[in-house]
């Protein structure tokens, strides 16, 4: 339990304060009161001295521009500062002897021997090696120049520049290679990404996602089963996505469709912070909607239409067959069943603008609250957020509520352990699914009101003779309800044992938690063939895993790098659904909450489902004068996916990367700073195909007569096939990395072929056998593509900077093989619908 600090280190400005900035206080959170910084400390065990003398001084670079957001440590104490955006600081020291530390990302940290002195100005050097971009890969990191594969980063930065609910949101048009959709313009709605194409026809095409180390389940595409949505974007610092086979073969068969690897906020060393993001937006239609008919337009062309038929039915209209259709007896018609609408001379009333009567301009805020601090033994992160999106649709919304929290801990020089915690919480009306609504806005009758005047009810097409039988877009916007809430909780916990120099063993231990309920209800004015309806379904997704390896680095002599990776992994995932819907309501009040209200139709389903992963992987890196780089991965993957014959798969790669700008011819040279060529082969593979593909199951969709009776049973539903196999994905990859004048301007290119093979597909079978199909290894598909990327340092001042980015990629799928046309594609022929 946190204690507030002797009333003696208080001042007395401090002891006026609030309650509540003294419980600010007590939980070490820094503020500001009456213009001068109050910084509270956890007490610690030793004696506590006053500080006596104020410290003052500025942080700049070599050239002389202050540096802002350099930490300032006392060293071995938690008692330490940040540089503002001049590079100033203060800060209170004992008397006695002292040193301060100055650490800042990208320099060399620097020592200084307080002694008497008053005021430190401290000039940081740049490191070398940490200019050198740190890139995270799978299970380690390494430096960018030591890269052998196709891998591209995003930073903190970049992600904040525009708002976005997801992450995927967030990496649109950001890198080559990376085609992001959004598959609806409503809040929270759902993107997918393609990393370099498609790889499979029937199998999943998402990316794996791995958040600090922990795999996430892929899944199928569908709203459930893609946790990074319910991600909170605010706590992301780098995204790494990794595209060649030389990078995702260590993920071996989740790694086919690309890897996207999400670092989170951790906390620092330092003084503890307390930071707040705060976002207003109002959401419109904006100028390029649609151009429809108005009312008046809309009525002459249906006279027009009615005029023209004369010329393709003479006989039929000489002998009156479409008077019917008279637009006038129609009007008239409708105006005694409906008056108000039209006029004595059935002129419109009503020139209705469904866009605006279905659209709301409604106010949208995004807060984001964060603490951390710590010292040079453990650092913690917090951070809390709350998001309600309204959309440009009436009705439509997301809200997200979410925590996420972080610690890390050096128990001893030998040993570290950590972990992190998050918990989303996110409800939305999913009325727009499909965007049935939007459809229906071009097509509402302009005439028609929103409601009738003399009733008001909601006025429909279906109401205006032999029109088409639909209900406008704000009634389906007002009486249908789809609500979503899911919560989810991502965790893990980590341990980092150190047996030496250079070998290291790391253990993960992560969960992805999923819970969902979807609930849906329609009014009997809407749903008027079942006297309205109402359904509510609840799915829980359970995933767990473990990951074990070591992990040796070895520096021989100058010339010879080596590291060298080895580990399992463990994987299981179980998913349970129960839904049950009714209809035939007496009253439209109890909708979804009451299903026991509905007399029709009852439908109750459940179902269950559970797999696992075994793996074991190994990667070797090794590199000769910092210019000759070669890798290589392997990992076998045990699926219980897959046939009893073929539950195993190995896939490898390899690479090789020549630093062309270490040679000496080159070295130095003040107009290319970089020049890398690389090249990659490898096989990864395919499994998210449905559980228990392999086998026969049974189902309960059967019944037979028995006594003149129906009598349900259960029956096998397909056949299995022990021998089902992994989908496989052999790729190539050529790259080339060029930097000039000291990284200011960098281009990246790469060329790359993928040839996927035994694809997973439903075939069919004879007809004797009593099945339709089976599903098994067949057909084949290419993927082959170009992408290009440029980023320039346009500016670069102390708190200015101004970049450039560019890409472009070129993509061309092609299916080459498929054991018949009907393995996948279904043909038919157009619907026709002829009023009766």
């Not at 959170?29 to 030793?46: D, E, I």
């Not at 649109?172 to 709605?189: L, Y």
């Not at 008056?339 to 002129?347: K, R, Y």
């Not at 409604?362 to 453990?378: A, C, P, W």
Request: hydrophobic share 35%; aromatic share 10%; with cysteine.
């Amino acid at each position: 339990m946190a204690k507030l600090l002797p009333p003696k280190l208080l001042s007395d400005r401090l002891i006026r304060v609030s309650s509540t900035q003294l419980l600010l206080a007590a939980l070490c959170v820094s503020f500001t009161y009456a213009g001068k910084p109050v910084n509270p400390k956890l007490p610690v065990h030793q004696s506590v001295k006053l500080a006596d003398r104020t410290l003052t001084g500025r942080v700049t670079d070599e050239k002389s521009e202050g540096l802002p957001g350099v930490s300032v440590i006392l060293k071995g104490t938690q008692r330490g500062t940040v540089t503002d955006a001049d590079g100033q600081y203060k800060l209170e020291v004992p008397d006695g002897s002292s040193t301060l530390v100055f650490s800042f990302v990208g320099y060399l940290p620097q020592e200084v021997n307080v002694g008497s002195q008053t005021a430190i100005n401290v000039s940081l050097k740049t490191d070398s090696k940490v200019l050198d971009e740190i890139v995270v890969i799978g299970y380690g990191t390494t430096r960018k120049s030591d890269l052998t594969g196709a891998v591209t980063g995003v930073k903190e930065a970049q992600l904040q520049e525009r708002p976005a609910t997801s992450l995927n949101q967030a990496l649109s048009g950001r890198m080559p290679g990376v085609q992001v959709n959004t598959n609806s313009g409503r809040p929270g709605g759902r993107t997918t990404v393609r990393i370099r194409g498609f790889s499979s026809i029937n199998s999943s095409n998402n990316p794996l996602y791995v958040v600090d180390g922990v795999m996430l389940p892929q899944g199928t595409g569908d709203q459930f089963s893609n946790p990074i949505d319910y991600i909170n974007p605010n706590d992301i610092v780098s995204v790494e996505v990794l595209k060649d086979a030389s990078s995702t073969a260590i993920y071996g068969a989740r790694g086919a469709n690309g890897v996207i690897l999400v670092s989170t906020r951790k906390g620092k060393a330092g003084e503890s912070r307390v930071t707040y993001d705060g976002q207003f937006s109002v959401n419109t239609i904006g100028p390029n909607k649609p151009k429809v008919l108005n009312a008046k337009e809309y009525l002459a062309t249906e006279d027009l239409a009615y005029a023209n038929m004369a010329k393709y039915d003479p006989v039929g209209w000489a002998a009156g067959k479409w008077s019917y259709l008279d637009p006038k007896v129609r009007r008239a018609a409708f105006s005694a069943a409906h008056p108000g609408v039209f006029d004595a001379n059935l002129n419109p009333l009503y020139d209705t603008d469904w866009f605006k009567e279905s659209a709301q301009n409604k106010l949208s805020q995004n807060h984001q609250l964060g603490f951390s601090g710590g010292n040079e033994r453990t650092q913690y992160s917090l951070s809390l957020n709350y998001r309600d999106d309204q959309g440009l649709i009436k009705t439509s919304y997301m809200k997200r509520y979410s925590g996420r929290f972080s610690i890390d801990d050096q128990v001893k020089s030998w040993l570290k352990i950590g972990g992190t915690l998050s918990y989303n919480n996110q409800s939305e009306n999913l009325v727009d699914v499909n965007d049935a609504v939007a459809r229906q806005i071009v097509e509402d009758f302009p005439f028609l009101p929103v409601r009738y005047p003399d009733t008001g009810v909601f006025a429909e097409n279906r109401d205006y003779p032999f029109a088409e039988g639909s209900m406008s877009s704000v009634h389906r916007l007002i009486d249908r309800k789809y609500i979503q809430n899911t919560q989810t909780t991502l965790g893990s916990l980590f341990t980092n044992i150190t047996f030496g120099k250079g070998l290291e063993m790391r253990t993960v231990l992560g969960a992805n938690i999923q819970t969902q309920e979807i609930n849906q209800s329609q009014t009997r004015t809407l749903n008027i063939g079942n006297n309205g309806n109402a359904s509510v379904n609840n799915n829980r997704q359970n995933f767990w895993s473990l990951e074990n390896y070591l992990t040796y680095n070895k520096q021989f002599g100058q010339d010879h790098s080596f590291t060298g990776l080895l580990g399992l992994s463990w994987q299981e995932t179980n998913t349970f659904g129960i839904g049950a819907s009714v209809s035939g309501f007496a009253t439209d009040y109890f909708g979804f909450n009451n299903l026991g209200a509905g007399a029709i139709n009852p439908g109750v389903s459940s179902g269950a489902s559970r797999f696992a992963f075994n793996s074991y992987f190994g990667r070797i890196n090794y590199g000769y004068k910092n210019k000759y780089l070669f890798t290589a991965t392997g990992r076998a993957d045990g699926s219980s996916k897959f046939g009893e014959n073929h539950k195993f798969a190995f896939f490898p790669s390899a690479a090789l990367a020549w630093r062309v700008s270490e040679e000496d011819f080159l070295k130095g040279n003040p107009v290319i700073s970089n020049l890398k060529v690389r090249t990659s082969y490898g096989l990864t593979g395919n499994s998210e195909i449905p559980p228990y593909s392999s086998l026969s199951l049974l189902s309960s969709n059967y019944s037979t007569i028995y006594n003149d009776t129906r009598v349900s049973g259960t029956g096998i539903n397909r056949l299995a096939n022990p021998d089902l196999r992994w989908e496989k994905t052999a790729q190539t990859d050529i790259g080339l990395e060029v930097g000039f004048l000291k990284g200011r301007i960098t281009l990246e290119a790469d060329y790359y072929y993928r040839l996927t093979t035994d694809m997973l597909l439903d075939a069919p079978v004879p007809q004797s056998s009593g099945y339709a199909t089976i599903r098994r290894n067949v057909g084949s598909m290419e993927n082959k593509g170009f992408e290009f990327g440029l980023n320039t340092i346009n500016i670069n001042r102390g708190t200015f900077s101004w970049n450039t980015s560019f890409n472009i990629s070129l993509n061309q799928n092609k299916v080459l093989s498929l054991a018949t046309p009907s393995d996948i594609f279904n043909v038919g022929g157009p619907n026709f619908t002829n009023p009766t």
